[in-house]
């Protein structure tokens, strides 16, 4: 005979009221003060008040973490692991609670770091990077609680984090095979989504994300202090990919890139002639990804690009393909960048490296290309005049530029 037995455990749930009742009083009398009769002077010393009394409050729960681990009082509640307890104790998600735990049990083991960190000298990046250094040189990170102490409370977080990174780097015994680890990690991912935009998402070495970041801050910095910076508008996203697109075009624009089916790698637009000349129903797309984009989109990098003229039937079929020309043709560039030397838009004044050449008058359209039908301006400048509505009139020597409504661009 087999008998089944079956245990019903219950979690007793403490509310905070029956603990913190005293505290929860003190607590909002000195929350009830309207922030914003407080000069600068007292909302600044109030938030220094109010982040050194989290500090000692998060060294507390740490502790109390702690000593719940130590006694173990997740097997008093009939759970699995203290994990699980802190998780539901606390509201907290697994990794959440995980990452917790290991704060506390860095901390357990490391006395001058712990007693920092309640008189609130410690603040949660300096506990959570002590916390990384324990994993890796636990044995030994015990001889330098007063070096990360000191440096926590003399010096930036910046400088904080730079000792620490030097300190785990000098004493982890595997940072050869980490650094192997973590270069093996890279990847980069670039694929179209169905708006239309380019999605990259990625990881980079060490090594290698300091030299893409190197690139990218020198374009940055240069554009910084070119002389229409102040009339820049995008937010840092925004330039640092116009940043990574330029970087990328100069290396094709270079030609150093290998040959891919007898030609080097470029940018190729497929459109037809209708979209070239204004006209309605037609069609342009890029050719690499397929993706459609705007006829002033196509109108725009056809001003400077190698035409290929292909015939087709009805059905699109190709029926003769043309040699490859160049709508600006080398010397003239020279002779437009020698002229301009910057991009002409009012107050801009980026470098000719950054700029495309424009035509007053669409080539497509009969416009010559010549020096007086030719203009230098920057990328974002070319949108304007062929995507947001702007124009420029009057000779090339002493242009008018337009907004859409009609108002003449004055350089400030």
Known sequence: MVTAMTTTTTIKTIEPSEVGGALDADLDAYLDVDLDRLDFDQLLLRLRAVDHLLRRLEAERLALVSACDRRRVHQERGL?????DLAFTLGLSPGRAQGLLRQARALEK???IAAAARRG?????HLSVITELSQVAEARLSDWEEFLVEMATKRTG??????AATLKNALDDLREQRATERWQRRHLRVGARLDGMVALEGLLDPESGETVITALSGLLDRER????DHQDHRNPGQRRADALT?????????????TVGGERPHLSVIVD??????RAGGTASFGHTGMVITPEGARRLACEASISRIITSGESQPLDVGRSTRTIPTGIRRAVVARDRSCRWPGCGRPHQWCDIHHLVHWVEG?????SNLILTCRPHHRYLHEAGYQIIGPVGNPTFLTPNGTPIRAP
Request: hydrophobic content about 25%.
């Open 80 to 84: 699995l692991n203290p994990t699980q």
């Open 110 to 112: 490391l006395p001058k």
């Open 121 to 125: 000298d410690l603040n949660r990046m």
């Open 158 to 163: 910046t400088e904080f984090n730079q000792a």
């Open 225 to 228: 202090r070119s002389p229409g």
């Open 246 to 258: 330029d970087i990328c075009r100069s290396y094709l624009d270079r030609g150093e890139a290998s």
């Open 273 to 278: 002639l209708s979209t070239l000349e204004g």
């Open 367 to 371: 416009g010559e290309t010549n020096l």
